[in-house]
RNA sequence: GGUCUCGUGGCCGAGGGGCUAGGCAGAGGUCUGCAAAACCUCCUACAGCGGUUCGAAUCCGCUCGAGACCUCCA
């Protein structure tokens, strides 16, 4: 395949040709939820984002390590804040461990992903299952002269840093700016300079998550989980590292610096970071409140949503939007990107029955390439998906006879649709159907066919009264006739 | 306050100096026992004001508006 990716790299503001350190096999690091509650929305939009990344670079022939972490340490301070009272005087077996905490949102987050057709990444490491490395990159960066000790916490020293690098080079910031708007924080006494952050925290006594380490117990500071494993699992320099924009200052900003304060060199050589998903304008976000989250919508249980929508419609009105431009959530909108999801895949159904043509009227052999420069073009999902809408007016078409398609466009054409919309956009088939939704259905077609022969019955039809019930014994349904009206049941034996 | 992004038709969204995506909704038509679907046609927009240019939605400036980050956040 002769390709070439363009991919924005936040750091340069530019499109930039992506090419690995060392091809045929790339790294790709995302950071991945804290898990302390049910997904929403926005956490969609990175996990599907990324999902289009992991599976676009294994299509063009990369060998991705793709690593995605959990971040099951720290965050949680603030709920164990809350509760201190509380839990206090629970006994310890009473109380919620951390961990369990973690187990539960881990298991549906992971449920979640699954119900979007979110591919797996093929590491997912825990940040309290690192401990180790977070302390011996703290211990680097402190043997670097960057780092410095107070009452038991370790902090970064942004300005000292900064003087031999660029502290705010991925988000545009000169560090004489970022005064202003600082404000008294937790630990903001111990720190030199309002920009520093934490490399390790130590445990105040009620603090339940701590490690012991070299300066006391203690737990790993915010940003360095991400430095640690993305450097164990894909190397001191790697491709490319994602995440949302809200990430960009500090979390990877900090990153960069600890990096280089620890290797001496940038980790990351591409960063890519996807916008929020709005409502009513607004990020939707944690701490706005003005969340739905995944479950939500899957059930349509949120006084915002006028009803239920399937996984596949969040999916498709994700990747019909770039990447880099915030989203507008709304009703119609994903009544839209429903319907047009539904339009496509039907098209696809099409195309598996349609029988060849003679003869072609047009020509659509180049609808593969339309689709790969779009996606080339720094994953342009919604361009491509575009292409895939001019295609669908050709198979309908050809569906009423109104166009022709010989067999190799044919052929063609279910290959290009597969390859895009089952492989690399992840739109799964056939639209999920819920067992309890097919079983709904079923009672609902049970209901009219016994109510067609409850008609024959009346009219002395029998022939048709007998047709139904025979017919309904050979795919194991017994109808059983009552005073009360026919009934039915399941049978084992046809 | 500092840094930055964005303002596209009823809605969602691409694009990004001349060739003016796509989806949804709406109108008309074809088809059809009815309905649905499908197909065809229509609705052709780029916040405002200036400037650069032969030509700007696209570049520059200003104004207005929205948002993000600066604090946990995808």
């Known amino acids: 395949m002769s390709q070439s990716l363009y991919i924005y790299n936040t750091l340069s503001r530019k499109k930039e040709l992506f090419e690995p350190l060392s091809p045929p ?26 999902d ?10 990369y060998k991705v390590r793709y690593v995605r972490n959990i971040t099951d340490v720290g965050h949680l301070e603030s709920d164990a804040d809350e509760g201190e009272d509380k839990i206090a005087k629970k006994a310890r077996i009473e109380q919620l461990e951390p961990m369990e905490v973690v187990q539960y949102y881990s298991d549906r987050y992971h449920e979640d992903m699954d119900k979007l057709n979110v591919l797996k990444p093929s590491i997912e490491p825990r940040a309290s299952g690192h401990i180790i490395e977070q302390i011996e990159m703290a211990r680097a960066i402190f043997d670097a002269g960057l ?50 952050f934490a490399l390790w925290k130590k445990a105040s006594p009620q603090h339940i998550m701590r490690w012991p380490s070299p300066w006391g117990e ?6 360095l989980e991400c430095s640690a494993m993305s450097a164990k699992y894909l190397g001191e320099r790697f491709d490319i590292h994602g995440g949302g924009m809200d990430l960009l200052f500090p979390h990877h900003e900090c990153e960069i610096a600890q990096s280089n304060a620890a290797y001496g060199q940038d980790a990351v050589r591409y960063w890519m970071h996807n916008n929020m998903i709005t409502i009513n304008g607004q990020k939707m976000g944690k701490s706005l409140g003005n969340f739905i989250t995944l479950r939500e919508f899957f059930s ?30 709304s009703n119609e909108a994903l009544d839209a990107a429903e319907k047009g999801l539904k339009r496509l895949l039907q098209a696809y159904e099409t195309l598996k029955h349609l029988s060849p043509a003679g003869s072609s009227d047009t020509d659509h052999s180049d609808l593969a390439g339309k689709c790969h420069t779009a996606l080339l073009d720094d994953f342009n999902s919604p361009v491509a998906i575009a292409h895939l809408f001019d295609a669908v007016r050709v198979i309908n ?17 279910q290959q290009v649709f597969h390859t895009f919309l089952v492989d690399i956009f992840g739109l799964s088939d056939t639209f999920a159907t819920q067992e309890d939704q097919a079983q709904q259905i079923i009672e ?13 019955r009346r009219n002395k039809d029998w022939e048709t009264s007998d047709k139904l019930r025979d017919r309904l014994r050979q795919v194991n349904i017994q109808v059983k006739d009552g005073k009360e009206g026919a009934s039915w049941e399941y049978t084992s034996d046809a």
């Open 25 to 50: 096999f790339t790294g790709l690091y995302v950071c991945g939820p804290t898990v302390y509650g049910d997904a929403h929305l926005g956490h969609a939009r990175p996990a599907v984002t990324f």
């Open 52 to 61: 289009l990344v992991y599976r676009y670079l294994k299509h063009l022939g």
């Open 147 to 196: 780092a410095y000790e107070v009452n038991g916490s370790v902090y970064f020293d942004v300005k000292k840093y900064n003087e031999s690098h660029h502290y705010g080079k991925l988000s545009g910031r000169a560090i004489e700016d970022m005064q202003a708007g600082s404000r008294e924080l937790d630990g903001q006494g111990e720190k030199r300079h309002p920009a520093d």
């Open 218 to 223: 203690g737990f790993p500071g915010w940003h």
């Open 300 to 329: 349509g249980s949120h006084t915002a949503l006028d009803r239920a929508y399937d996984p596949m419609t969040i999916r498709f009105f994700i990747l019909q939007a770039h990447y880099r431009s915030t989203l507008d959530f």
């Open 397 to 413: 078409a050809a569906k009423d006879g109104k166009t022709k398609l010989n067999k190799e466009d044919l052929h063609n054409l």
């Open 444 to 456: 609902g077609l049970m209901d009219l066919i016994l109510d067609l022969r409850e008609q024959a």
